[in-house]
């Protein structure tokens, strides 16, 4: 069993950066791939970058190459670094862990954070 809590969200004006920890609780959260995805109002959750559990990165579009993904499992936490933030980018964003499966769908995962809110102003 694995808990997850997300934060770093907050208000940012466009071109600005934020970076979202995801912290776990529980065991073996090294043996975990962890998956970043974010859901805007009226909009399916979409998954945006993913790090496997031996640290192989995973982006898809619209953010790739605005995002680093990195995580330190001595602390158990995932970091999502975001850069040159765009109003479209305003959503919840969560993560999620799992440890089968592909990246990029959200079934495939097993655990969710409660997500924390990102706003881009324009």
């Known amino acids: 069993q694995v808990q997850l809590v997300e934060s770093g969200g907050g208000l940012v004006q466009t071109g600005g950066s934020l970076r979202l920890s995801c912290v776990a609780s529980?065991?073996?959260?090294?043996?975990?791939?962890v998956g970043w995805f974010r859901q805007a109002p009226g909009q399916e959750r979409e998954f945006i970058a993913a790090?496997?559990?031996?640290?192989?990165?995973y982006y898809r579009d619209p953010m790739k190459g605005r995002l680093t993904i990195s995580r330190d499992n001595a602390k158990n936490t995932v970091f999502l670094q975001m850069t040159s933030l765009k109003p479209e980018d305003t959503a919840v964003y969560y993560c999620?862990?799992?440890?089968?499966?592909?990246?990029?769908?959200?079934?495939?995962?097993?655990?969710w954070g409660q997500g924390t809110q990102v706003t881009v102003s324009s």
């Open positions: 999620a862990a799992k440890q089968l499966g592909t990246y990029y769908t959200d079934p495939e995962y097993d655990y």
């Open positions: 529980g065991r073996d959260f090294d043996r975990y791939d």
């Open positions: 790090i496997s559990w031996s640290g192989r990165e």
